[in-house]
């Protein structure tokens, strides 16, 4: 029997050691991370043996007074997480149990829910995953000409990889550059990221990198990634002009590939649907996998 529990009543233990050892495992779906990316979230479980056997995490808001779901920034894929594998039979069991006071739905699901085919509403979105069970040689031999060649442009150019680096700094190279045409990103989502990656900190699941340049020694391009169970999760970067110039982000990459090849099971490089993006990361000889989002409407703000 799938429950439809408030805030309050979820038992946050019991929920982290479902979604520890879920099949589809994921960190977007742990409590510290969802309670960063939308405080006060909500879920249906199912219950097993004195625990959660599944869950789902729900993350609604209000406007106008209606109550609907959304997915919130900085979690790629949510929806439904079980010890078990997964059937097409559960998830529409779990979409069919939210409750009917949502009067809307937009929702990304996680690649490890199938969808029954019969269900409307559902689109799919593209990830890029690459199989760091590798040796870097032979990871780099699978490298596109394109990342080949802006790999060795890069190298002309003294570049350093800097551990550590500001968090700062990559989201301010970020707000300088792309940015400034995510109109809907403001001071409260970038205070957010900040507090989701001092959260991961914390728990030892985050490494800062940046690149350097010869000339002034100053942080031209950085990334934010998260490591959980065997994979690790491209969160976020930035860039600048001068970092695009000298092809920093692919030498950035480049060393992460080389320095996890053989020690990570897989580099999640978050996307993208946007063409160009995934371009540039399946470059680097990672494969597209495709998980679903999930629209249901009943009423239209």
């Not at 999760?233 to 992460?256: I, P, R």
Request: some cysteine; glycine content about 6%; charged content about 25%.
């Amino acid at each position: 029997m799938i429950e439809y529990l408030r805030h309050g009543q979820i038992e946050t233990a019991l929920w982290d050691d479902c979604v520890a050892h879920a099949s589809n495992s994921l960190v977007y779906a742990h409590s510290w991370y969802l309670d960063v990316v939308h405080e006060g979230w909500e879920a249906l479980v199912e219950r097993s043996d004195g625990g959660y056997r599944s869950v789902m995490p729900l993350t609604c808001r209000r406007k106008y007074g209606i109550p609907y779901l959304f997915q919130p920034f900085f979690a790629q894929q949510l929806g439904v997480f079980s010890r078990e594998a997964l059937t097409e039979k559960k998830v529409g069991e779990y979409l069919d149990a939210i409750p009917q006071k949502f009067l809307k739905v937009e929702l990304r699901l996680n690649e490890g829910n199938p969808i029954p085919t019969t269900l409307h509403g559902v689109k799919y979105h593209r990830n890029c995953l690459l199989d760091l069970q590798h040796s870097y040689d032979l990871l780099s031999s699978n490298y596109h000409e394109n990342t080949k060649r802006n790999l060795k442009k890069s190298l002309k150019y003294g570049l350093s990889l800097v551990k550590e680096a500001p968090v700062r700094k990559v989201i301010d190279l970020f707000r300088n550059d792309r940015g400034r045409l995510v109109k809907h990103w403001g001071d409260q989502e970038y205070a957010r990221l900040e507090r989701l990656i001092l959260a991961a900190t914390n728990l030892q699941n985050t490494l800062v990198y940046g690149v350097q340049n010869t000339d002034n020694n100053d942080i031209i391009c950085g990334a934010i990634f998260l490591k959980y169970h065997d994979r690790l999760t491209f969160l976020f970067s930035g860039n600048s002009e001068a970092g695009k110039s000298c092809q920093a982000m692919t030498f950035l990459l480049d060393q992460v590939i080389r320095e996890f090849a053989g020690r990570m099971g897989v580099l999640d490089f978050e996307g993208s649907d946007d063409d160009n993006l995934a371009r540039f990361y399946l470059g680097f000889g990672s494969i597209e996998k495709k998980y679903p989002s999930y629209t249901k409407n009943f009423f239209k703000f």
